[in-house]
């Protein structure tokens, strides 16, 4: 109690927050597929959300400098309760894809504050169990949201405003808090090409799961609707993979500091060429079947983006570790960009089944990279390695802190490499 009582007031908004948006990219899909929308333009539906989350991660820590966390907190969540309602005006695609930019933009926002504010409240020795707290809470809302769908008719407003209802609810228990929220640490610019050149594979590996990640969130509540399912069943479907992937993090990453990274990457790669090929049979098998196989199929794409940040920071100094972690963020959020939309080319061809095609053609093309990077670079040292920490590419801001942190402890002096206790990675 005495290490979740100083944050309930965060994780409380969090999961406010997590559990009306989590499932605003899934009703805007399903809101649009049912006027008859293309599957190119749903893609850049959710491509002009991960622009906006892109432009927002960047913009953030200037409005949070200028006018502290609670004020920037507020304004992003006012701005996001606007965006939202504004979908009940009309169904323009045109509008629609300027407020889904500005809920990205938004998004963004919430979570800098959120996040650096958490990372301030964390010690050595709690970073750990603080970002579980805020896994579960994060994770399990957005999953538990996805319900929401089943609560109106596809045309009605109710939806749009119970997130709109939740959201605002999120801003009590910041705007109420009586913990002076934390000064943000001045950012050096992000340099992609030291990044890239640092480790290769890690960088395009944020970039493979932003294609894949973003193609599913963007296009999964339509592959299941396309099959028949209803509104509940397609709920399910969202969800089961939102928890494989808060379940299955970690023990896979848990094998990326057992053995080389790069072939726990292979590994994952390979499986998501198996179960994108798998998800394109099941149909056939039934429902349950389904649900079993997208929970895998999220344990595996949740899974490869902090394998990879993690890979990338075993090359980095401490000094280079924050300014990274926007840069892998930057680095997914460009393939979340493109993901939706590539995706949506292979489902106007092949149907929903262009959904887990499309994943198992960029799997495969990862697996050949990663295996090449094998053949070229010996592997890190196992005692050379930071422990790896479950995250989610949102807005960046406390793995690069805190991995900055467990690195610098690791090389004070008279430290063993790898006696620290693990610090925290990021959502």
């Not at 969540?77 to 509008?95: E, I």
């Not at 997208?294 to 075993?314: K, Q, R």
């Not at 092949?350 to 670079?377: I, K, N, P, Y």
């Amino acid at each position: 109690m005495s290490l979740i009582q100083p944050i309930v007031p965060l994780l409380v908004a969090v999961f406010l927050m997590m559990g009306g948006t989590g499932a605003l990219t899934t009703i805007v899909s399903v809101r649009l597929d049912a006027a008859g929308a293309s599957p190119i333009l749903l893609g850049a539906l959710t491509a002009a959300y991960y622009l906006g989350v892109t432009i927002g991660s960047t913009q953030a820590y200037r409005l949070v400098g200028q006018v502290g966390h609670i004020r920037a907190f507020s304004a992003s969540a006012t701005v996001m309760v606007a965006a939202t309602l504004g979908h009940t005006l009309g169904s323009d695609p045109a509008a629609w894809i300027a407020l889904r930019l500005v809920e990205g933009c938004c998004m963004a926002g919430l979570f800098v504050c959120i996040e650096s504010w958490l990372n301030q409240s964390a010690t050595s020795a709690t970073r750990g169990q603080i970002l579980a707290l805020y896994m579960i809470a994060l994770y399990g809302a957005q999953g538990a949201g996805q319900y929401l769908m089943v609560i109106d008719d596809p045309h009605g407003f109710k939806q749009f405003v119970l997130v709109s209802i939740l959201v605002s609810l999120a801003l009590l228990p910041v705007a109420l808090s009586r913990k002076a929220p934390p000064l943000l640490q001045k950012l050096e610019p992000v340099r992609i090409g030291h990044l890239y050149r640092a480790s290769p594979l890690g960088f395009a590996g944020t970039v493979i799961s932003g294609l894949v990640v973003g193609a599913f969130y963007g296009l999964g509540p339509v592959y299941i609707r396309h099959l028949g399912y209803d509104l509940g069943q397609s709920a399910t479907f969202v969800s089961a993979a939102i928890i494989g992937g808060m379940i299955l993090q970690w023990p896979f990453g848990k094998l990326s500091d057992l053995f080389d990274r790069r072939l726990v990457l292979v590994g994952l790669f390979a499986a998501l060429v198996v179960v994108s090929g798998g998800m394109m049979m099941l149909p056939a098998l039934g429902y349950p079947w389904l649900i079993a196989g997208i929970a895998l199929f999220g344990g595996i794409i949740f899974a490869i983006y902090p394998i990879c940040v993690s890979h990338t920071n075993d090359f980095l100094t401490p000094a280079e570790m924050v300014p990274a972690s926007g840069g892998m963020v930057l680095g997914f959020s460009i393939g979340a960009i493109a993901g939706p939309f590539l995706a949506s080319l292979v489902m106007a061809s092949f149907e929903q089944d262009g959904l887990f095609l499309f994943s198992a053609l960029v799997a495969a093309a990862a697996l050949f990279f990663a295996l090449w990077r094998m053949t070229v670079r010996p592997p890190v040292p196992i005692d050379q390695r930071l422990p790896f920490l479950p995250q989610a590419p949102i807005a960046g801001t406390l793995d690069g802190m805190a991995a900055d942190k467990e690195k610098a402890d690791k090389q004070k002096p008279g430290c063993v490499l790898g006696d620290a206790t693990p610090g925290p990675e990021s959502l």
